[in-house]
């Protein structure tokens, strides 16, 4: 909250100096692809963010871009959504609403199959 709002950061844990802001207008929940090559963050405006970064010697990050909107539930949550080990799916908790529909869960449903 450095500037006012929340913002995504990156920061050395390994003792070296260094600090990095990589959202540009805002953003939280931040998530990083299994390869550490990228790192995304929601938006204030619900926008799923992509932000790539080289890390080595240095840390670079590259410009945020928005990569599609997202409904998830309005407040301070974390870890409302992950990302597969590919980085081309994305997994997102949200709220389903009401529903009218009974749901059905069978236990057991094996023990009543016919066996041969």
Same mark, same amino acid.
């Given at each position: 909250? $450095? &500037?006012?709002r929340t913002e995504v950061y990156v920061a050395s844990l390994a003792?070296?100096? %260094?600090? /990095? #802001?990589? &959202?540009?207008?805002?953003?939280?929940?931040?998530? /990083?692809? =299994?390869?550490?090559? $990228?790192?995304?963050?929601?938006?204030?405006? #619900?926008? *799923?963010? &992509?932000?790539?970064?080289?890390?080595?010697? &240095?840390? $670079?990050?590259? +410009?945020?871009r928005p990569l599609f909107r997202v409904q998830v539930e309005p %407040?301070?949550? =974390?870890?409302?959504?992950?990302?597969?080990?590919? %980085?081309? =799916?994305? *997994?997102? *908790?949200? +709220?389903?609403?009401?529903?009218? @529909?009974?749901? @059905?869960v069978m236990v057991n449903w094996r023990a009543g199959q016919e =066996?041969?």
């Amino acid at each position: 909250n $450095e &500037s006012g709002r929340t913002e995504v950061y990156v920061a050395s844990l390994a003792g070296a100096a %260094g600090k /990095w #802001q990589i &959202s540009t207008n805002g953003g939280g929940d931040p998530c /990083w692809s =299994r390869d550490g090559r $990228e790192l995304f963050y929601l938006s204030p405006d #619900q926008q *799923l963010m &992509s932000v790539g970064v080289t890390a080595g010697a &240095s840390f $670079e990050p590259g +410009t945020p871009r928005p990569l599609f909107r997202v409904q998830v539930e309005p %407040g301070f949550r =974390r870890n409302v959504y992950d990302v597969s080990p590919d %980085g081309n =799916r994305f *997994l997102f *908790l949200v +709220t389903a609403g009401e529903t009218t @529909t009974p749901m @059905t869960v069978m236990v057991n449903w094996r023990a009543g199959q016919e =066996r041969k």
